[in-house]
C-alpha cells in the first residue's frame, strides 16, 4: 500500500462521514416535487467547501516530485 492510497482512503472515510453527519444532523432534505429549491446559506456553502476539500485533498501531497 502506498502512501497515495492511504490519502485517497482517508479522503473516501472524510467523506462518509460527513454523509453520515449531514444525515444524522437532519439538514435539508431534499424534496424535488412541487418545486426544486436550493436555500444556501453559511452551513451549506460551508458543507460544500468541506466536501470539495476532502476530494481535492489527495492530490496536494506532491512529495517526491521533482520540479
Excluded: K, N, Q
Amino acid at each position: 500500500m502506498s502512501r497515495h492510497d492511504l490519502a485517497f482512503a482517508a479522503g473516501a472515510v472524510a467523506l462518509a462521514a460527513i454523509g453520515v453527519a449531514v444525515y444524522l444532523g437532519d439538514w435539508e432534505r431534499f424534496a424535488a416535487y412541487p418545486s426544486f429549491t436550493a436555500p444556501l446559506d453559511a452551513g451549506v456553502l460551508a458543507l460544500a467547501a468541506l466536501i470539495c476539500l476532502c476530494v481535492l485533498l489527495p492530490f496536494a501531497d506532491r512529495r517526491g516530485i521533482g520540479p
